[in-house]
């Protein structure tokens, strides 16, 4: 069963940085495979596409986070990150992240981050 396991999330200051990170487990066949993304969800809100890393490592990100957000991966550690920058209160979420490929879809199970004065 492939589990993620994040961490990084938490109370920073507007114009702050924080660093999310997303690690795989029990992903047999080659992580580099896998496609990465982050999502991220407010209350009464649906959840929302933040960032995505394919296999070849092509990026795309959400019109409201680019310029700001960079996400990145470490193959041979299995992991997902994604460097948050000059942060507005309206990134105040829960981040998910979110691993596809041939063992299936998975998620996280969240990790709050707070942008709040």
């Known amino acids: 069963q492939v589990q993620l396991v994040e961490s990084g999330g938490g109370l920073v200051q507007p114009g702050g940085s924080l660093r999310l990170s997303c690690t795989a487990s029990?992903?047999?066949?080659?992580?580099?495979?896998?496609?990465l993304a982050w999502y991220r969800q407010t209350p009464g809100n649906r959840r929302e596409f933040v960032a995505i890393?394919?296999?070849?490592?092509?990026?795309k990100y959400a019109d409201s986070v680019k310029g700001r957000c960079t996400i990145s991966r470490d193959n041979a550690k299995k992991t997902v990150f994604l460097q948050m920058d000059s942060l507005k209160p309206a990134d105040t979420a829960v981040y998910y992240c979110?691993?596809?490929?041939?063992?299936?879809?998975?998620w996280g199970q969240g990790t709050q981050v707070t942008v709040s004065s």
């Open positions: 979110n691993v596809l490929g041939p063992a299936g879809n998975f």
């Open positions: 029990a992903i047999r066949v080659n992580f580099s495979i896998y496609t």
């Open positions: 890393i394919t296999s070849d490592r092509t990026t």
